[in-house]
């Protein structure tokens, strides 16, 4: 049972990589592209704790912690950049 949650989990994390990597090819705005970047590293950040469960080693979570905070602090920074410049 647990082994076909993961399963499903991973498809749809794989659909989330096909849509955003869409959004970021065809997006008429540069916005656009800013949302599927930042998208993409938060299903990177699910892959990882993915892993981290299905190999059972829970060092990979504080990985994803730290790459969800740098992810945070760099869509803050491109957002005040494109509001207004740094």
Do not use: C
């Amino acid at each position: 049972m647990a082994e076909g949650i993961v399963q499903v989990a991973a498809v749809l994390i794989l659909g989330a990589i096909l849509l955003a990597v869409t959004r970021l090819v065809l997006g008429p705005t540069l916005i656009d592209r800013v949302v599927a970047i930042d998208v993409l590293t938060i299903v990177s950040i699910s892959l990882i704790v993915l892993y981290a469960h299905v190999s059972g080693r829970f060092v990979y979570l504080d990985v994803a912690l730290v790459y969800g905070l740098l992810s945070f602090l760099a869509v803050l920074a491109i957002a005040r950049f494109l509001e207004k410049g740094l």
